[in-house]
């Protein structure tokens, strides 16, 4: 069964949607270059980026899903992700997010590649006018820092990156907003995949490999109207990639 009340359909202009993605995230981006360009090498672009998300992007997310509960519910909860939501089986939702994620795994090793190689030039170009460390793999400039420090940034990187970054980011976009576009039918998931990849200002030139890897999961979680699927995917997907840069920035 649904939750919800008589509010809880209310559906969002396109305006105010494009509002709460892209504002948090283009400050977000402007604040990182600007303090990245104030402090320098001095610690890890990569570390100072989430940390900078932790202290404006998810609070900001958070903030619209809280608010909408109080709305809707009376109090300040997380209730307004979960307005499109039926229990499933949790071996359904294991099953469910491993053949997703297995599927994402696939266009890592085909979409990818062959995404950064058609973008190749445009990449090369914009890296040319930031300074080296703000490329997050320039393995090489790692060594500048002390293993404290790079220690340091992989734990950060792994509670950040695998865990609160996916979960926000979901109550958020297949929660929240997907609920206040469910007047999209199911266009929805697809609609709310293709702003959640741009909305990675930081990463521009994934958007394919995103789109084409992540869509699945996010209209399976909206059929089966369970944001655990897509919570699971996201968070086994970013755990590989964290894990693969961990192991090279420590190698």
Known sequence: MET?????????SLRKV??????PTSLLTLVYLWVGHVLGDTIPTILLFLLIALIILFPIQLFVVFRASKKEYGSYSLKSAFTRYEKLSWWKIVIYSLFLWGFAGLMSITVAPMEVWLFSPISEQLFNILPPYFDWVNIDYSQYYSRNILLLTCVIIFILNVFIGPIVEELFFRGYLSAKMSRFGNYTPLIVTVLFSLYHLWLPFNNLFRIIA???????????KNIYIAIVVHC???AVSTIGFIAILLG
């Open 4 to 12: 919800g009340n008589k509010n809880v359909y209310d559906q969002l």
């Open 18 to 23: 494009l509002l709460l993605i892209f504002l």
């Open 214 to 224: 992540f869509y699945p999961a996010f209209y399976i979680a909206w059929k089966k």
């Open 236 to 238: 086994l997907c970013n």
